[in-house]
């Protein structure tokens, strides 16, 4: 048998199926799929224009990458195309860094402990509020204790923070904020307290000053004694911590500000460039800075342009430092990834499952070096459990079931994304070079340049997903009409203030401050001689406890200018239609009158059953709930159901050839009625009737192109639901 099936197997291998099946010209496929499309336009139909103004094509070639620059280089090479290790993921995976926002040092622990165990690979650990503007607890406005992250001000949070954590083995992430000096002293004193060698230290301790301004509109230092103190903590690190990154240049603001994947590069790059320069200026050469920026990019939806985004950012990067007269080893990033939070919902929130999945894929596939996956329900507050290990285990299926540790850069050579990739990295050089003439990234901040740009780009995404052409699974289209409002988990930060406050004021009393006193008394004496003790100095007073409150005023002594400029809002797509559905929702619940739509349904449900599939998910994404299940024969008896009904909005539903006869009785019945409905609404726009309807007391037209969003606040404010 074996020997028949292998017989079997050569002659059909031996058959010249290649001259059965001639392969078809670009113009072949071209007059097939016009065939297909049976009238529709062929650009417009199978042409996608992206948010960066670049065209998706059906279908690429050679023709498309033949010019392009670097795609003889392997994985390992300059211009990293193909990424930065020759080995990809197969000599050392990308870490597992999810993020865990818990408020306190103990909570953070037991869940890192617990995650470690289950997939996680290094620590990713945010501080609050608090502390990345540099103050301890008993300093800030309790809203901003344990909020946005975890509250630590001194090396015994810090402690308790990674208890259990190997620091030779595991990576540590920390995102300080405005503290990173202050914050990287107490990681480098809990070290030595625990007898690890510093130069072991893996991770990053690094802050992006643009980012700051970008995010809050202002830093609580000035730009230039921010620079100062990353240059003290780089100068320390290049010589004692070599794996330990210093610096950052985070993309998160641009885009979770609702920017797209060139303006999140562009502004990027800039903001790294901005770092090199300023360092530079204070006496570290680009060799020893550019390596030790940690770059943060978010992964969004779009899978294939999000892949492009992350090849086309080394290919910036080695351009910049190119542009530097510097070698390739200085060009060699480390990108930070996170998913998108800018397209996740809180209603049907489970999809996000699947939002995430696919931009972990894109982020793998582009080559990141980290990544944390956001839990599907974290917009609701603090992460259940359920959702963290789906998150961390989407990483973990991405690696030891899908095996993508042992591929490299599986998306390289495809015509498509090589094209997708240069065309991304073509435009966003461009718009770097825009900000670069405009004076740097802290002058077009000034100026509001990012500002406005990222503005621009979030109200048209704002207006795409109010008219529906953007779709938002749950949210805008196929909502779950079972689902309540949603059921939010945010901390107590007032008593997380009073116990984190109380707690320092009990040190700050303890005849162990005295010795602390002292240490930064000898830290203030240290700031006016070299530069070069400064940082050891700093991890000496924090091995003695001195918390980042106490660092930052001794630091920053002296320090009254303020930068600030516009902030950039987060946009989140599915925002405004979420307010108004759980309004909405809430005001059924305490009214107990649910804001209703009557739908006078017209001939035989056949006829019509997909346009009323249609008005129902339409207003049914704005919570209002329909009575849609009866059809009728006559305009008269639609119209005595409908004000019987007593429902505050008639939605009239049947199909184009009967809406001349039939809408005109409808409207009159109703209109003629002691207690009229408050909004007459035809399903449709028959264009050549529509100025006939509208005298005739047809309040509005739903249809495809419809701004729905609009339509659902009008029929609420008519019904008098209270926003």
């Known amino acids: 048998m074996a020997d028949d099936v292998s017989g079997g197997a050569d002659r059909i291998a031996s058959i010249p199926l290649r001259d059965d099946f001639p392969l078809p010209g670009p113009e072949e496929w071209r007059e097939e799929a016009i065939r297909l499309l049976k009238g529709r336009p062929f650009e417009k139909t199978l042409f996608t224009e992206t948010d960066e103004g670049i065209t998706l094509r059906p279908i690429y070639d050679a023709e498309d990458v033949k010019d392009l620059p670097g795609l003889g280089a392997a994985p390992g090479e300059a211009p990293f195309l193909r990424g930065c290790r020759a080995a990809g993921y197969r000599a050392d995976g990308w870490y597992v860094a999810q993020e865990l926002p818990f408020p306190t040092y103990d909570e953070f622990n037991r869940a890192l402990r617990h995650d470690l165990e289950r997939g996680q690979t290094a620590v990713n650990l945010i501080l609050d509020r608090a502390a990345q503007a540099g103050l301890d607890p008993d300093q800030a406005e309790p809203g901003d204790v344990g909020r946005g992250g975890t509250s630590i001000a001194s090396v015994i949070g810090l402690s308790r923070a990674l208890e259990g954590v190997d620091l030779e083995r595991t990576p540590v992430y920390l995102q300080p904020g405005s503290a990173a000096m202050p914050v990287a002293a107490l990681l480098i004193a809990l070290a030595r307290k625990r007898g690890t060698d510093p130069a072991r230290l893996r991770g990053s301790v690094g802050m992006d000053p643009m980012t700051g301004l970008a995010v809050h509109g202002r830093l609580p230092v000035s730009l230039d004694r921010a620079y100062d103190e990353l240059a003290h903590l780089t100068r320390w690190a290049a010589e004692n911590a070599p794996m330990l990154r210093t610096l950052a240049a985070y993309g998160f603001a641009w885009h979770e500000g609702g920017g797209d994947a060139v303006q999140e590069l562009a502004f990027t790059l800039a903001s790294a460039v901005e770092a090199l320069r300023r360092l530079e200026q204070r006496g570290l050469g680009v060799e020893i800075v550019a390596p030790r920026i940690l770059f943060g990019l978010s992964a969004g939806t779009g899978f294939f342009p999000e892949i492009a985004k992350f090849r086309a950012a080394r290919l910036l990067w080695h351009r910049a430092l190119e542009g530097c007269g510097r070698g390739d080893l200085a060009a060699r990033m480390h990108i930070h990834a996170r998913t998108s939070s800018v397209d996740s919902t809180t209603f049907d929130r489970h999809v996000n499952i699947l939002r995430g999945t696919t931009q972990a894929f894109a982020a793998v596939m582009g080559g990141c070096d980290s990544l944390h996956v956001e839990p599907f329900d974290r917009l609701l507050g603090l992460p259940g459990d359920t959702a963290r290990r789906i998150a961390r285990n989407t990483q973990t299926i991405l690696r030891e079931e899908c095996r993508f540790d042992r591929v490299i850069d599986p998306a390289g050579g495809g015509w498509a994304v090589e094209s997708l990739t240069h065309e991304m990295a073509r435009r966003a050089w461009d718009l770097f070079r825009e900000i670069e003439e405009a004076g740097g990234m802290p002058a077009a901040l000034l100026n509001g340049i990012p500002q406005s740009k990222i503005a621009e780009t979030a109200r048209n995404r704002r207006k795409r997903v109010a008219v529906r052409t953007d779709v938002l699974i749950g949210v805008n289209r196929y909502p779950n009409r079972e689902e309540g409002p949603p059921v939010r988990r945010f901390p107590d930060y007032e008593s997380i203030h009073a116990r984190r406050a109380a707690r320092l004021r ?182 050549e009737h529509a100025d006939a309807f509208r005298e005739a007391g047809v309040d509005e037209f739903i249809h495809l192109r419809a701004d729905a969003l609009a339509s659902l606040r009008a029929l609420a404010d008519t019904i008098g639901v209270k926003r």
């Open 506 to 687: 009990e040190l700050r009393v303890s005849p162990e401050h005295a010795e602390q006193i002292r240490v930064l008394e000898k830290l203030g004496t240290i700031l006016r001689s070299k530069p070069e003790d400064l940082f050891e100095a700093a991890a000496d007073a924090a091995l003695h406890g001195a918390t980042i409150g106490e660092f930052t005023r001794m630091l920053r002594r002296g320090e009254d200018e303020e930068t600030r400029v516009e902030p950039i809002p987060t946009f989140r797509s599915a925002h405004d239609y979420e307010v108004l559905r759980a309004t909405v929702l809430e005001w059924r619940a305490r009214s107990g009158a649910p804001p209703q739509v009557f739908f006078a349904n017209i001939g035989p449900p056949s006829a019509y059953m997909a346009r009323l599939e249609f008005t129902r998910s339409f207003y049914e994404i704005g919570g209002f709930e329909t009575i849609h299940d009866r059809s009728f024969e006559t305009p008269g008896d639609a119209a005595r159901e409908a004000l019987a009904s007593e429902a505050p909005a008639v939605a009239i539903v049947s199909t184009d050839d009967r809406y001349p006869e039939a809408v005109p009785a409808i409207v009159a019945a109703l209109r003629a009625a002691p207690n009229p409905p408050r909004r007459i609404i035809l399903a449709g726009f028959p264009k």
